[in-house]
């Protein structure tokens, strides 16, 4: 079981947002964050807890290991306000998410 | 341009069934795991079920026996055939790619279930 905190942050543009994702089990490195806008899919933002996937700005930071990560977004742009999840790695099928983190302008 | 475009969703009755198809392009598919993914209206990521590139099947318990996951790597096409489907089977579908996570989604095909 994926856990994410909080289920809803209210933060303004320019303004750091931190999103934690908490496991029942250890995960080593091998967790996903993915952002999904109104209307789209979702997005793989980071995997392996802190890689940046291809084309992810660089405000966008992954840390953690085992039981407990955190997304962390530097500075809010406008475009990043979206709901995000994260996802377990560390064994195929991927299966679970958390159940979404929505970020909302203030 | 790496790409999946799903089709084959619709409106039906309960108890009916559906064939939903992803097509892949711009890299070799049949390289790769597959997943197909859910979204109820309103609600988060719900995993489906994921197939291997050996032919290695897994699905969620929700839809354990009456959803069938496959490919042709022939056809560069994952298929998801959904049986005796239920109200709480509606949803956007997206199939994904599978790497060291879901890297690669479509735009997602709506199911819906009603009478």
């Known amino acids: 079981v994926l856990t994410q905190s909080p289920a809803t942050l209210s933060l303004s543009p320019g303004e750091r947002a931190n999103v934690s994702c908490r496991a029942s089990?250890?995960?080593?490195?091998?967790l996903a964050w993915y952002q999904q806008k109104p209307g789209q899919a979702p997005r793989l933002l980071i995997y392996?807890?802190?890689n940046r996937a291809t084309g992810i700005p660089a405000r966008f930071s992954g840390s953690g290991s085992g039981t407990d990560f955190t997304l962390t977004i530097s500075s809010l742009e406008p475009e990043d306000f979206a709901v995000y999840y994260c996802?377990?790695?560390?064994?195929?099928?991927?299966?679970?998410f958390g159940q979404g983190t929505k970020l909302e302008i203030k | 341009e790496v790409q999946l475009v799903e089709s084959g969703g619709g409106l039906v009755k309960p108890g009916e069934s559906l064939r939903l198809s992803c097509i892949g392009s711009?890299?070799?598919?049949?390289?790769?795991?597959m997943n197909w993914v859910r979204q109820a209206p309103g609600k988060g990521l719900e995993w489906v079920s994921s197939?291997?590139?050996?032919?290695?099947?897994f699905y969620a318990d929700s839809v354990q026996g009456r959803f069938t996951i496959s490919r042709d790597n022939a056809k560069n096409s994952l298929y998801l055939q959904m049986n005796n489907l239920r109200a709480e089977d509606t949803a956007i579908y997206y199939c994904?790619?599978?790497?060291?996570?879901?890297?690669?989604w479509g735009q997602g095909t709506t199911v819906t279930i009603s009478s």
């Open positions: 197939i291997s590139g050996s032919d290695v099947k």
């Open positions: 994904a790619r599978d790497t060291n996570a879901l890297d690669v």
């Open positions: 996802q377990q790695c560390n064994s195929w099928p991927r299966g679970t």
């Open positions: 392996d807890a802190s």
């Open positions: 089990h250890s995960l080593g490195i091998y």
């Open positions: 711009g890299f070799t598919f049949l390289d790769y795991s």
